[in-house]
């Protein structure tokens, strides 16, 4: 399933932080990029979708994302999964394929619930993602200024498929 590409956007349109994500991941070798639309994600998805190296596709839901990852990796490509926070617990069951077939697994999740947050029916899901990924053995880096991104990326790039 191909999403039909976009005009490419211009350097200038990105905040730097969003040019680090997907510079990062383009320097990583991430070829598919399965996402539930976000606005926090907006800018990368639409730099993939433009891409002629990566093919962009939403999902109905975060889970479908985590079996694509898994058979891009069978197919010899590499993925990341780009979602909100509020959508981690949709994933708990499927995490158990990455963690017992032992897929490499790259997700970059936009943080909602936290300090500030506007719709309280975020809140709990945002107080609890780190630990559901920890719990089910996916380990969590955390970019907390936007100068941290970049280096965060990578080194999230190098723990999934190099170490």
């Given at each position: ?104 697994f790259l997700t970059i999740v936009t943080m909602r ?28 880096r955390r970019a907390s200024k936007p100068e941290d ?15």
């Open positions: 399933m191909q999403h039909k590409p976009q005009a490419q956007p211009s350097e200038s349109d990105f905040a730097p932080w969003q040019d680090a994500v997907f510079s990062a991941l383009k320097q990583g070798g991430i070829t598919q990029v399965p996402y539930v639309p976000d606005a926090g994600h907006q800018h990368v998805i639409q730099r993939a979708e433009a891409d002629p190296q990566m093919t962009a596709y939403p999902l109905t839901t975060e889970e479908e994302g985590i079996a694509a990852l898994c058979g891009a990796w069978l197919g010899g490509d590499r993925g990341v999964l780009l979602m909100q926070s509020s959508g981690v617990g949709n994933c708990i069951n499927m995490l158990s394929l990455v963690s017992n077939c032992r897929f490499p619930g936290e300090s500030g947050e506007f719709n309280p029916w975020q809140v709990a899901m945002g107080r609890a993602t780190p630990a559901a990924f920890e719990l089910m053995g996916v380990s969590v991104v970049g280096p965060t990326v990578e080194a999230a790039l190098h723990d999934a498929f190099m170490g």
